[in-house]
């Protein structure tokens, strides 16, 4: 009884084929972003976020402030990219379901 599917909206079914081709289209996307756009993100801001925790939780962060930062960084830009990416593709998929029906004239 608890371990039945009952079908609707679950991850594991089938579902429609363009919106796992679009999950994992912005994955492989975000994974790319996040490859090349770390590194410049980490740069820029690694200063203010090292000085911001010394000053609030002492010297002895400063010694692995600099790797947590850049994991940090990384999650962030993945889950940001993946979400642009993602909205992006589901936009132009509603423009051209939009426009490819006439734009709602019957």
């Known amino acids: 009884m608890f371990g039945q599917h009952r079908g609707g909206g679950g ?3 089938g579902g429609n084929p363009t ?3 679009i999950k ?3 994955i492989t996307m ?3 972003f996040t490859f090349v756009f770390t590194p410049q993100i980490h740069g820029a801001t ?3 976020a ?3 925790m010394e000053v609030n939780y002492g010297a002895w962060m400063v010694a ?3 790797f947590f930062w850049w994991i940090i960084v990384a999650m962030l830009t993945f889950l940001f990219s993946a979400l642009v990416v993602m909205l992006a593709l589901m936009a132009g998929e509603f423009l051209m379901l939009t426009l490819g029906s006439g734009g709602g004239r019957r």
């Open 46 to 48: 690694v200063d203010w």
């Open 50 to 52: 090292i000085g911001y």
């Open 64 to 66: 692995i402030g600099w």
């Open 11 to 13: 991850s594991m079914g």
């Open 30 to 32: 975000a994974v790319g």
């Open 19 to 21: 919106n796992w081709i």
């Open 24 to 26: 994992w289209f912005s």
